[in-house]
């Protein structure tokens, strides 16, 4: 069981930067893939990335490459998402989750409550 809590977000002019971070507890943390998703309004939930349980390999969304960067520290039970050169497109509720690392919002097995970020056009 992995309990999952998002923060950092806000409002933020386009162009600027956030950190989110997603604190895990359990024990089992260590032995998961993590992803970071979002909800734009009136969309459906979308892939954004993905870092392997041990964070030697990572992947994103064609949207955010070049511009988010995904990290975790194992022996904090933290991921974050670095986001820079935010876009108003970007504006959604971000949700960090545990799983199997892909791109695919079913295989993911816990998720957090999601935190907003509103970059305003």
């Known amino acids: 069981q992995v309990q999952l809590v998002e923060s950092g977000g806000g409002l933020v002019q386009a162009g600027g930067s956030l950190r989110l971070a997603c604190a895990a507890s359990?024990?089992?943390?260590?032995?998961?893939?993590m992803g970071w998703f979002r909800r734009a309004p009136g969309k459906a939930r979308q892939f954004v990335a993905a870092?392997?349980?041990?964070?030697?390999?990572?992947y994103y969304a064609d949207s955010v490459k070049g511009r988010f960067t995904i990290s975790r520290d194992n022996a904090k039970n933290t991921v974050r998402l670095q986001m820079n050169s935010l876009k108003p497109e970007d504006t959604a509720v971000y949700y960090c989750?545990?799983?199997?690392?892909?791109?695919?919002?079913?295989?993911?097995?816990?998720w957090g409550q999601g935190t907003q970020v509103t970059v305003p056009s």
């Open positions: 989750a545990a799983g199997y690392g892909s791109s695919v919002v079913a295989e993911y097995d816990y």
């Open positions: 359990g024990r089992t943390f260590s032995s998961y893939a």
């Open positions: 870092i392997s349980w041990s964070g030697g390999s990572t």
